[in-house]
């Protein structure tokens, strides 16, 4: 790209005497034209002036209430759980302040930290946006490269590159919002560098670090991980300033420093002795002694461990009115949750919460003659638009059950007799018999790592016969001509829609902080 030419260009001169900077700054003026020029072939973000989207009047007039300026520094965090987005910017006195949070349109993959290329995960960790990762020219509208891999996925050995944060609420491993949405969040990090920041941190969690969340996935296998990266999350939480991150020993080590200070961190070799401000560590051990009291309080209470498995990713519920977006059929299914064990596997007798069919419609109660199975079935939404609806599950057979409450019991343990579950409705025909998505949890042991379906093969079928929003969405999408694979997302990219999403109804581009 032509960013990254420049930058070549421009990170050599440190070395460079006075004598040729002037040459090596005409020479990048040169190629800087010369690919702004073929650039333009592909997108018209710099023809359009999209790039350069000032700051909305609003969003500057917020700056100014939180005593900001638009070139003070920014952090972004990013929760796939609930798909948000937020901004922090720096105030005066260089704490950090929520200014935004943006409901992300699209992310793909599962909740886990992104291992090799072109398996659609969206990475999980803490990144370095430099200036020269911002594209004002992407095919997705604007985008900046968050910077995977960082030094911490180098030493795991993960593979893959390019993963962005851009438009066009389309995901193969990104994190995907709408073009409005990017337009301000690519203007605001803009102003930032303009500002001399030199690099914008960017923490992307698997949901938010609250003790529910905590006791619900106890036992995920990525839970280790997870720990690590909640360290530096507190570490931003009780302090308000950007944590300094480092890796060592294959982990991430946050706001510490060698006590001999000629010795360098290196990410695959031990750590050495390190030492850590003493009235930080004190309060990032008092957070978290709180949070593990509250998470025992809700194990004793009966919250079940479960694993979250989704179709391929997920969106916020503010855009399910939206229905351009990557892959829509795996977004309509929703997630499931399936409780697990100490050992991170589904329990022998498996129980379902949330679930969905694969037509993307909750699951039908059972006929009179469907016999009760002995896996409790709990009605427990996993995301907030969930709770609108009356959700029904799936049993591990394929047969389905009405919602139930699981009360009464041991965390995780199904109720000990059928009373537990609401009287059947012999009018609603019983669920098709295919295979779900979430079937290979159900089978065996658990995997590290759970990729998304293959999509399925079109299958033509009456138009009267498309009455779930998968089938709205599909024929929708009819006639439309595929568009090439660009910015190298992953090895599959999805059927893009570029420039096509409706405008955000009012309120839903962001949510103003009250604090």
């Known amino acids: 790209m032509v960013s990254e030419k420049l930058t070549l260009i421009t990170n050599s001169n440190a ?17 800087t034209t010369a690919g702004f020029l073929a650039a333009c072939q ?13 700051i909305p009047a609003e969003t500057l007039a917020l700056m100014n209430e939180k005593g900001m300026t638009k070139h003070s520094p920014i952090l972004l965090r990013a929760f796939k759980k609930e798909a948000e987005l937020e901004i922090w910017k720096m105030k005066a006195d260089g704490q950090y302040a929520l200014l935004k949070t943006y409901p992300m349109c699209r992310w793909s993959g599962q909740l886990g ?6 398996d659609r995960q969206v990475p999980e960790g803490f990144y370095a946006i430099t200036p020269n990762r911002m594209n004002p020219n992407s095919a997705y509208y604007l985008s900046f490269d968050v910077g995977y891999p960082n030094a911490y996925d180098r030493a795991q050995g993960n593979t893959g590159a390019l993963i962005m944060v851009h438009g066009d609420c389309s995901s193969a491993g990104c994190f995907s919002m709408t073009d409005e949405q990017i337009a301000e969040i690519y203007a605001v990090a803009r102003e930032a560098f303009s500002g001399g920041q030199s690099a914008i941190q960017m923490q992307s969690m698997p949901f938010r670090m609250t003790p529910e969340n905590l006791a619900k996935h106890r036992f995920d296998p990525h839970m280790k991980f997870w720990r690590q990266i909640k360290e530096g999350s507190d570490h931003f939480e009780v302090t308000h300033r950007e944590p300094q991150v480092a890796v060592c020993g294959n982990r991430y080590v946050f706001n510490s420093k060698p006590k001999d200070s ?13 030492e ?7 309060m990032v051990a008092e957070k978290n002694h709180r949070e593990q009291q509250k998470v025992a309080e809700l194990v004793s209470k009966g919250t079940p461990a479960v694993k979250v498995v989704y179709a391929d990713g997920g969106q916020h519920p503010s855009f399910r009115h939206i229905s351009r977006v990557s892959r829509p059929e795996t977004v309509d299914r929703g997630p499931v949750e399936i409780a697990i064990d100490e050992s991170g596997k589904p329990l022998k007798t498996p129980i379902l919460i949330a679930g969905k069919t694969d037509a993307g419609t909750p699951a039908a109660a059972p006929t009179a003659s469907t016999p009760a199975p002995t896996a409790a079935i709990a009605a427990k939404p996993s995301d907030p638009a969930a709770s609108l609806r009356q959700t029904t599950t799936v049993a591990q057979t394929g047969s389905n059950l009405p919602a139930a409450k699981v009360g009464g019991t041991a965390a995780g343990q199904p109720p000990t007799s059928a009373s537990a579950y609401a009287p059947p409705t012999p009018e609603t025909p019983p669920a098709a018999t295919e295979t779900p998505f ?28 498309s009455t779930t929003a998968a089938g709205k969405r599909a024929e929708g999408e009819k006639g439309k001509k595929p568009v090439p694979a660009r910015d190298k997302q ?23 902080p009250f604090r």
């Open 276 to 282: 850590q401000e003493e009235s930080l560590r004190n």
């Open 113 to 118: 930290p992104k291992r090799r290329e072109g």
């Open 15 to 31: 070395t460079f005497p006075a004598r040729r900077l002037r040459t090596a700054l005409a020479l990048a003026t040169a190629i």
């Open 438 to 465: 979430y079937s290979r949890w159900l089978g065996g042991a658990a995997q590290p790592e759970v990729p998304a379906a293959a999509p399925a093969a079109p299958v033509q079928t009456p138009a009267a016969a």
């Open 42 to 54: 592909d997108s018209e973000g710099l023809r359009s002036g999209r790039a350069n989207k000032p």
């Open 262 to 274: 000629s010795t360098r961190l290196d990410a695959r070799a031990a750590c050495p002795p390190l």
């Open 490 to 512: 992953a090895n599959t990219n999805p059927l893009l829609m570029r420039g096509a999403l409706p405008a955000l109804p009012q309120n839903l581009m962001a949510y103003s």
